[in-house]
């Protein structure tokens, strides 16, 4: 056999996986995690994103030599650029419309290399992966990188709607009041008394983000049932037993046609810290790894909270000097990070349908401090970074408490370090995650403040000084130590990773 046909021959003879992630950090880091458990059994991993994520990635893959060699069969691709037309316009739906057209052509182009796709996991915001797979006649998974309790509430969206409640009709941050009546009744048969102000549907960017919302997110849940192959969820049975009990007796009753026939629990999909000693080569900044523990390892144990919102959320200057004042006030250390485009000034607003902060609304750090923050004495007591290895930084025995939006990743990660969580919800499913953790696993208390979401410095210092010394401290941490446990045994025992990779192989024998 000639070199060029055994090669193509070898390429053939591995399953290839496309991974579509939604293009935003917290959606592109739990699929790379699954990128690296499919590599590590076997299984060849396209990880495709747009043009600016692509970069993102490319710049933290590079910045460490060892990710080609210790993750050689994932490849990372760029997806076409196909924008729409001027006549479609530049909408958000429009745009991801046309990502979709982009796919498409690189599994043309991956077919022309000799390296076929076995099978798809598209994003559960990427409305379009199951009718692009259908389009290519390839098997696919939905990907949902939250957890099942979310999941459950997005595909009862439109049974909720019927009973005459529409979350989307709340715009604005302020909390939604529930009545009795609105209670989990909606959610058929969910186990854990949910109500509506809850549900995953917040977002402070006003109508036009909201009707954009209930268009994505309807469609998404619409599109479940096509998904050929299932729903990989990235959670675990040890947290979500009983909802995933729920999902599949829906299943069995054929209560909805939006339930697919099989949801697969294949979390924690977390960053192995211990395994991989650098950095997490899904990030979209530089992490300040050896800054960060170098300072952690000065600390007394459990005496440093860790203070990190995500991504995406901005503060206003005020609300910044708010939380560093508070923080001050509460007498505990704390390690926080600052991206560097947090900081907004107090006249920027988020009230359209793109929140992303500008150059020109951003007020650099050394500027942003309230007067007289960085005085010698206060250094010691804190430190600042613009992006952390969160993994590592919760592991870290001096941590012991976690001031955090509840973002899905944020959580999970917490609750594997087995560190307790002060939250701060902003959007999204953050609000039901934080729920979750108070209410739920019992291994966080929610941050009071105003019905716009914002904090004084005095809720900020009672916040910490509960989460880090209060009467409830030891019963937080011993009950975030037993899930640690829990989760990290499931992990260890994961069968649901195995049988996904089996269930790749045999898509693929008859995808040649």
Known sequence: MANGEESESLHRASPHALLLPFPAQGHVI????????????GVDVTFASQHDIHIKLLRSWKGHSDSWSLHSSIQLRCIPEMLPSESEGASPSNWLKALEHGSFELLRVLESEGRPVSCIVGDFLLGWTSSLARRASIPDWVFCPTNASVLAMYLDLNSVISCGYDPFQSCGSAPIEPSDSQRASHVAEFPLGVTTAVFPIKAPFGKRMYDWMEEVLLECVNRIAEAKLGVLCNTTVALEENV??????????????????????????????????????ASFWQEERDECMEWLDKQPPASVVYVAFGSLKVLTLPQLHEVLLGLIASSHRFLMVVRPNTVVSESYGMSDIYWEAQDGDVVP???????????????????????????????????????SHCGWNSTLESLWCGVPILGWPWIMDQVTNCWLLSSVWNVGISLQCNERGEASRNEVESGVRQLMGGAATDKLRAQAREIKDKIREAALHNQEITSLVEEIGSVSRFNP
Request: proline share 8%; with cysteine; aromatic share 8%.
């Open 244 to 281: 995933l009990q729920v999902l599949h007796s829906r299943i069995r009753k054929g209560e909805s046609t939006h339930h697919n026939r099989f949801f697969r629990m294949i979390g924690p999909l977390v960053t192995n810290a211990a395994a991989e000693h650098k950095a997490s080569r």
């Open 30 to 41: 739990p699929l790379m995690e699954l990128a690296k458990h499919l590599c590590a059994r």
């Open 365 to 403: 750090l050394e500027k942003a401090l309230p007067p007289g923050f960085s005085s010698p004495d206060q250094q010691r007591l804190y430190k600042i970074v613009s992006w952390a290895p969160q993994t590592w930084v919760l592991e870290h025995p001096s941590v012991g408490g976690f001031f």
